[in-house]
């Protein structure tokens, strides 16, 4: 049907704008994807700010220092906050300035942060969650492992809902960081 509409000529690499994109040769991303738990989670309520330029590193280091700042002022230990990320776009569809990026830091239970943060919930349901340890330059290759290979063959179908990273360990002193972090797909 594709060639169909396409022409005998359509090439499904053509789809991917970078050819980095579709290397499946990586045998590690494999062994973490057999590591996913599915797990009912509540909902939870953060503190959150939105990244002023998608994406795009800076920005996202930005946002993510002036909301540890204003909410070391909160009665919660700065060292156990519970920060997550959520990502609402595809960066290979939507330009990096362009894609919306939320930081969010959990509410811990009986904490009023009053009105000068925003809030929200992330919301109840089943989440699959996949741990990933390494590079950030990998990152990518490891989202596209996920819905290219786990989902068709978890008998699961992703949500129409953004990607939720959990933060577990980020060091963003190089440009090839290390990062530990799970994510949660519903």
Not at 25 to 39: D, G, Q
Not at 86 to 114: F, M, S, W
Request: proline share 5%; with cysteine; glycine share 6%.
């Amino acid at each position: 049907k594709i060639k169909s509409k396409y022409g005998k000529d359509f090439n499904v690499k053509d789809l991917y704008p970078n050819s980095e994109l579709i290397n499946t040769s990586k045998v590690y991303f494999k062994e973490v994807l057999m590591n996913v738990e599915i797990r009912e989670i509540a909902e939870r309520p953060v503190v959150y700010m939105k990244s002023e330029n998608g994406y795009i590193l800076e920005s996202i280091h930005s946002v993510w220092e002036t909301l540890i700042e204003k909410a070391s002022y909160l009665p919660m230990q700065k060292e156990y906050f519970e920060m997550f990320g959520i990502g609402h776009d595809n960066p290979q569809v939507t330009p990096e300035e362009k894609c919306r990026y939320d930081a969010c830091i959990l509410i811990e239970d009986g904490i009023n942060v009053g009105s000068e943060f925003e809030t929200k919930n992330l919301p109840a349901g089943k989440y699959a969650c996949f741990h990933y340890k390494g590079k950030s330059s990998e990152l990518l290759q490891f989202y596209l492992e996920i819905y290219k290979s786990w989902f068709p063959k978890s008998g699961y179908e992703p949500g129409n809902h953004p990607l939720i990273e959990r933060y577990i360990k980020v060091s963003k002193d190089s440009d090839n960081t290390e990062l530990e972090v799970q994510f949660l797909l519903r």
